[in-house]
């Protein structure tokens, strides 16, 4: 972009790479590596996590049974998607990109199948018991605890830095209501590295879910041309820079200038709140009163706009709704008959049922399930009843 200005930010508002830095902690003390950073070895148990893998396996917004195409986006594309976009964004103003990397990549490990609507069905089963689902949670459970790989210790032991993203990066929880979580410094603003996962997640799926809407044939480029004025203005760039190329390259080449622009827009918005602000270190950003990552005020209205054309005619379509009232019946049912009768659980999860409770030792069983798995969980149940 011929305009772009962008002022680097004080090296000390990064969080730093020191291994014996207090974010670079972990719960069981190691020896730091010869040549490999704290978060760089955080990279590599994230991808050699069992949760990690079962991404793939996951709605991000189309199932498998809505769209017969290979090429929509699963809950793990989606993930390397807002890996790459705050690598980016966090590498361009002199942050901790490895750090930002991390936690992009794990960012969604505690995602149930069937993506929001399984999330929601499942929070909903919980309440009646009191209980509730939270995706952030339950990513720190897992990777402090469910993840069993290491003879050393139990979970990935992974450094303060990327246990208090994964909390942090996309809300606030407050100190009063969660005890258990107060070595994550629930009073003070996350660091800029965590702050931006949640604007790159915001970016990655805007950009992605016109493509895979429009391809679908969900939404209507029509439509997105006349209600999404951000798209429509790079779309007849695009027109008149690519006379000859069919509609769904110049979509591609908008979509691309969409993603561009508002990495761009968040990236300078970030540089100027700091600037504003006086922020000149760590210390000084986790102090102020509010989190400073986010969009320029008319890029977010911007932002704001193309996404209601997403909810209005792709996550609530009746294609989807379709979905999510499929997800509601699977998850619920199956939810209640093991709540009922934990003995149909498989052997490890029956043993969490005394830990934890039954509806929770559920819930967690079922929140690890990839699509298809839960798909023949689903089946098996319903031929159990015919018997
Ligand atoms: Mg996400």
């Known amino acids: 972009m011929s305009d772009f200005h962008l002022t680097t930010l004080a090296p000390r508002i990064a969080v730093p790479d020191a291994a014996d830095g207090p974010l ?34 996951k709605t991000q917004v189309f199932t498998r049974r809505t769209e017969e195409s290979d090429h929509s986006r699963s809950r793990l594309t989606h993930t390397l998607e807002v890996a790459q976009i705050a690598r980016t964004a966090t590498a361009t103003l002199g942050l901790n990109a ?33 209980l509730g689902f939270d995706h952030n949670l339950h990513a720190l459970r897992i990777v402090t605890n469910f993840e069993e790989r290491y003879a050393a210790f139990r979970g990935l032991n992974l450094t303060l830095a990327v246990r ?10 407050p100190a009063a209501n969660h005890p258990e979580l107060s070595e994550y410094f629930l009073d003070e603003q996350p660091p800029l590295e965590a702050q931006i996962i949640d604007l790159a997640d915001e970016i990655a799926y805007l950009a992605a879910d016109f493509e895979d809407g429009l391809a679908a044939g969900v939404l209507e480029l029509a439509q997105v041309i006349g209600d ?26 908008a979509l691309k200038q969409v993603l561009n622009a508002l990495v761009t827009d968040l990236m300078q918005e970030v540089a100027r709140q700091v600037q504003a602000q006086g922020i000149e270190t ?31 005619n792709l996550y609530l379509s ?23 009768n934990p003995e149909l659980l498989p052997f490890d999860h029956q043993a969490r049922v005394a830990e934890e409770g039954a509806p929770r030792a559920v819930a967690d069983y079922i929140a690890g399930m990839t699509d298809t798995y839960i798909e023949q969980a689903w089946m098996s149940y319903r ?5």
């Open 98 to 130: 490895t750090l930002a990397e991390a936690l992009a990549l794990v960012h969604d490990i505690g995602h149930p199948p069937f993506g929001h609507a399984g999330e929601k069905a499942l929070d909903t089963a919980l309440r009646v018991h009191g």
């Open 24 to 57: 670079s902690s972990r719960t069981w003390p190691e020896t730091a590596h010869p040549y490999r950073s704290a978060f760089v070895r955080d990279i590599g148990r994230i991808f050699h996590a069992k949760a990690f893998r079962r991404l793939a396996g």
């Open 318 to 340: 009746p294609t989807l709704e379709a979905e999510h009232a499929h997800a509601e019946e699977v998850v619920q049912t199956l939810f209640t008959a093991w709540t009922e």
């Open 228 to 253: 999404v004025p951000l798209f429509a203005s790079f779309y007849a760039d695009a027109r008149k820079q690519f006379p000859a190329a069919e509609s769904r390259l110049l979509t591609n080449e």
């Open 282 to 312: 760590l210390d000084d950003l986790r102090r102020a009163p509010q989190r400073l990552a986010h969009l320029s005020e008319p890029m977010e209205a911007q932002r704001k706009q193309a996404k209601s054309l997403l909810y209005a």
């Open 164 to 173: 208090e993203g994964i909390i942090k990066h996309s809300r606030d929880y």
């Open 383 to 387: 031929e159990s009843l015919q018997k």
